[in-house]
């Protein structure tokens, strides 16, 4: 089974501040994903990464993925409270399986 | 609009019990899978299946199996529930790269999920 670490698992702040969630692991991928899941909701992909060192932009927020191709991280700038859900990270292997990140739940206080 | 669909929301089984969750999709996609999610350990696959009749074993596969007898319609079986798969269980399908039906390759999309009980 291929790990994957994300950190923190819970965050809390208020509107208009700035974050950055992890996703760790000791394995490669050929690529990487971002889901975020709303309550009662299943996960929606958020980005795709790529390529090593690959930056992607989704308005406020901001995708990168490790050189090495092993982590990746999320910042969010100004959070807004429809930034709320859990955030999944997903690696894809070379066998083309799909690994799924422990979480993190942000929430975004008014 | 694309979707994915589970037959319940919510649901509540008694130990020993069968137990049969649905999974419906309108995309033409031919992998489908199941998971299961609970807190702090992320999406865990349970079984995934690429093609009608066609099933593999994922990474947490016991106590459960599954049916692919259409493309669109995948369901998970609780031969014997048992209280610790009380879980959230979630449905996804994706396409294959130059297959048909909808989505880029490997993107998943998923049904809204089943909070099963087990009492």
């Known amino acids: 089974t291929q790990l994957l670490e994300q950190s923190p698992q819970f965050l809390s702040i208020q509107e208009g501040e700035n974050l950055t969630v992890y996703c760790n692991s000791s394995?490669?991928?050929?690529?990487l994903q971002w889901y975020r899941q709303e309550p009662g909701e299943g996960p929606v992909l958020l980005v795709t990464?790529?390529?090593?060192?690959e930056v992607k932009k989704l308005k406020r927020l901001t995708f990168q993925f490790g050189d090495a191709r092993k982590d990746s991280s999320l910042h969010i700038t100004a959070a807004q409270p429809g930034d709320t859900g859990l955030y999944l990270c997903?690696?894809?292997?070379?066998?083309?399986?799909?690994?799924f990140g422990t979480g993190t739940r942000l929430t975004v206080i008014p | 609009d694309v979707k994915v669909t589970q037959s319940s929301r919510y649901l509540v089984k008694r130990t020993g019990e069968k137990v049969f969750l649905e999974c419906v999709q309108d995309?033409?996609?031919?992998?489908m899978f199941w998971y299961r999610q609970d807190p702090g350990l992320g999406l865990r696959l349970i079984y995934f299946?690429?093609?009608?009749?066609?099933?593999e074993k994922g990474d947490i596969p016991e106590g459960y199996s599954v049916s692919r007898e259409k493309k669109e319609r995948f369901s998970l079986i609780l031969e014997s529930a048992s209280t610790n798969q009380t879980s959230m269980y979630l449905c996804?399908?994706?396409?294959?790269?130059?297959?048909?039906?909808?989505?880029?390759?490997?993107?998943?999309?998923f049904g809204p999920g089943t909070r099963l009980t087990v009492l």
């Open positions: 996804a399908s994706s396409s294959l790269l130059g297959g048909t039906g909808t989505g880029t390759y490997n993107e998943q999309f």
């Open positions: 394995s490669v991928f050929s690529s």
């Open positions: 990464v790529v390529t090593g060192g």
């Open positions: 997903a690696g894809l292997t070379g066998a083309n399986n799909l690994f």
């Open positions: 995309m033409d996609h031919e992998n």
């Open positions: 299946s690429y093609d009608v009749k066609m099933k």
